[in-house]
C-alpha cells in the first residue's frame, strides 16, 4: 500500500480545484466588468466557449482516472491478499507438521535411546558370559595338561616297573628248577637291587599287597641275595621253595603294577573323554556367545546410527519451525498492515469520487 495515496488524492483534488477556478475566472471577471446593454453578447460568448463544460469534461476525467487506480489498486491488494492468504496456510501447515514431526522424534529418541541402553548392557553381559565359559575352558585345560604329565610320569614309571620286574621274573625262571650257584652272581644281585628298588618306589601302591611273612622274606633276600639260598647239598631241597617265595613275589608286584597301569590308562581316557565333552561344549557356548555378541554389536551401531540421526533430525526441525513461527509472525502483522492501508485507500478513494 502506499501511505501517501490520500495525501496525493488531496493534492488532485485541490489542483482541480485551481483548474477550474482558471477556467471561470475569465468568465466571471467579464461579467464583473461588463456592462448591462452587453450581458446578451456575454451570453452568446458563454454558449460559444462554454468553459463550464469543459470543467465537467475534466472532472469526468478525473472520475475514470479514479475509477482505473482503484481498480489497479484492487488488482494489487487481490494480488497480495492471495500471497497473504497462501503463504499463511503453507507456514500453518508447515508449523503443524514440524510440531508432529517433533513429537515423532522425540519418541523415536527415547525408544533408541532405551534400546541402546539394553544392547550396551547385553553385550556386557555376553561377554562376561564368554570370558567366563573361556576361562573355565581354560582352567579345564590346565588340569587336564596336569592330569595328562601325572599319568604320563605315572605310565612311564610302571612300565618300568613292570618292564624290570619281567626281567627279573626272567632271570629266576630260567634257574628256577636248578640250583642258584648255578646263577651267576651278577643276575642274581640285578634281581636284588631290582626288587629292592620297587619296593621303595611304590611302598604306597605296595601296602597291602605284601604279607609280613612276604616282606620278611624280600628283607631277608635283598640284604643278603648270595647268601639267601646255601648252595651245599643239604639245602638244595630248601631252594625251590625260596625260590618260589621270591619269584612269586615278584609276580605279584607285577601284576599289582600291571593293573595299575590298566586303571591309570582306562582313567586317562575317561578323563580325555570328559574333558573333550567339556571343550566342545564350552567352545559350542562360547561360539554362540560370541555370535550373538556380534549380532548385538551390528544392532548397536544401527540404533546408534538411527539414534544420532533422529537427534540431527529434530534439530533441523526446531530450528526450521523457530524460523516459520517468526516468518508466520511477520507475514501476519504485514498483511494485517496492508488490510488496515486498503481499507483507508478505499474510504478515501471513495469521499474523492463523491466530492467529484
Known sequence: GCPCLAMAGTNRCLSVAVSIALLLSPVLS?????PATSLVTVDEAEAKNRPVSKVITLLKDMLKQL?????EDEEIYDKMACWCETNDKEKTKAIEDAETTIAQLTTSIEELTA???????EIKNLEKEVAANQASLDQA????QKQLAEF????KDLLESVSALKAAITVLSKHHSSSLVQMPRAHLLGVATTLSHELQKHAGLLQGVLSSKDRRVVNAFVQAP???FD???TFKQSYAPQSGEIFGILKQMKETFEGDLSAAQKEELANQEAYEQLKAAKEEEIAAGQAQIDTKTQELSSTDEKLAQSKQDIADTRAALSADEQFLMMLKEKCQMTDKEWEERQKTRQDEMKAV
Not at 604320563?152 to 605310565?155: A, L, P
Open 152 to 155: 604320563n610320569g605315572e605310565e
Open 141 to 144: 585345560t590346565q588340569i587336564r
Open 115 to 121: 534400546g541402546s541402553a539394553r544392547l550396551n548392557t
Open 67 to 71: 475509477e482505473k487506480e482503484a481498480e
Open 30 to 34: 467579464f461579467r464583473a466588468h461588463a
Open 231 to 233: 648252595a651245599t647239598p
Open 226 to 228: 648270595e647268601d639267601y
